[in-house]
């Protein structure tokens, strides 16, 4: 049975940090590309990072690059998000998700995933 279960999530002050972790199962998880998503209340899911199978390579929307880390651990099954300086417009439920093609083909497109976890809140206050 698939799971996908994130961790980690909460409130945080603006410019404050917060890491957020993905734990899988039932698959095997070193040959799917794993990514973060969030989605904000009215709006749609929207992609955030993801990384290659081997944790080498990664891409990140432009509204997070040089703030957010993406990575993981193959041998511990799971993967992580390091958030840095955060926005209030960073505020969002935050999930974790996995798809089995390359990261280097797979889009920021949610239905290209094929396994989601349930999400976790992040809140950035003013």
């Known amino acids: 049975q698939v799971s996908l279960v994130e961790s980690g999530g909460g409130l945080v002050q603006a410019g404050g940090s917060l890491g957020v972790s993905c734990a899988a199962s039932g698959f095997t998880f070193s040959r799917y590309t794993m990514a973060w998503f969030r989605q904000a209340p009215g709006k749609e899911r929207e992609f955030v990072a993801r990384?290659?199978?081997?944790?080498?390579?990664?891409y990140y929307a432009d509204s997070v690059k040089g703030r957010f880390t993406i990575s993981r651990e193959n041998a511990k099954n799971t993967a992580y998000l390091q958030m840095n300086s955060l926005k209030v417009e960073d505020t969002a439920v935050y999930y974790c998700?996995?798809?089995?093609?390359?990261?280097?083909?797979?889009?920021?497109?949610?239905?290209?995933?094929?396994?989601w976890g349930q999400g976790t809140q992040v809140t950035v206050s003013s």
């Open positions: 998700a996995a798809s089995p093609q390359p990261a280097t083909v797979a889009s920021t497109s949610p239905r290209e995933y094929d396994y």
């Open positions: 990384i290659s199978r081997s944790g080498i390579i990664t």
